[in-house]
């Protein structure tokens, strides 16, 4: 009986230890990290973040090559997002400008040539001539949204101009809004 005793005390012992420390080491949830990030810069608006500013994705999906060798386009809009915007008084009240620029541009065109397995397709922005200032005309102070529309098409028309061809593309353009 004695042995019994001793050995139901002891499983009761390992037990209670084995289970608090369970409790106290085992958490169920969620846990998670939070990094905060960004620039300070000298200018009167904020650029928004990720999607809506400062690194703006515009997705064509899938564009069909008969239409586009048929000189058919395919436009996006994408939107860039200023936001709390203190331009100053009328009297001192400052412009902008916004310049787009890529590495992807084609020579002598106003179109970014595309990088990927699809060869012959070029992407364009409507009204925007890269390489030059445009006047921002109707900022205001407060929130502004700067739309903007990409137009795919094919690079080269005309007689004897290379054909679309299928696969995945990219290109990329850069903005710089400058202030006065």
């Excluded at 005793?5 to 939070?34: C, D, E, P, Q």
Aim: net charge negative; aromatic share 6%; with cysteine.
């Amino acid at each position: 009986m004695t042995l019994s005793r001793i050995s139901l005390a002891t499983l009761f012992a390992v037990a209670a230890v084995s289970f608090g420390a369970n409790a106290a080491g085992s958490f169920v949830g969620n846990t998670g990290k939070v990094t905060f990030h960004g620039s300070v810069v000298d200018a009167p608006c904020n650029l928004a973040p990720g999607q809506d500013g400062e690194d703006i994705k515009v997705d064509f999906g899938e564009l069909s090559m008969s239409q586009l060798n048929a000189g058919e386009t395919s436009a996006r809009k994408f939107e860039i997002k200023l936001e709390n915007c203190n331009l100053g008084s009328d009297a001192a009240k400052k412009t902008a400008e916004i310049t787009f620029t890529s590495q992807d541009q084609l020579a002598d065109k106003n179109l970014l040539g595309t990088n990927g397995t699809a060869k012959n397709l070029a992407i364009g922005i409507d009204k925007v001539t890269f390489g030059t200032a445009a006047a921002l005309t109707n900022l205001t102070d407060g929130d502004n949204v700067l739309t903007y529309t990409a137009i795919a098409q094919k690079a080269a028309t005309g007689e004897g101009s290379a054909d679309v061809t299928p696969g995945d593309f990219t290109a990329s353009t850069t903005f710089k809004i400058s202030y006065k």
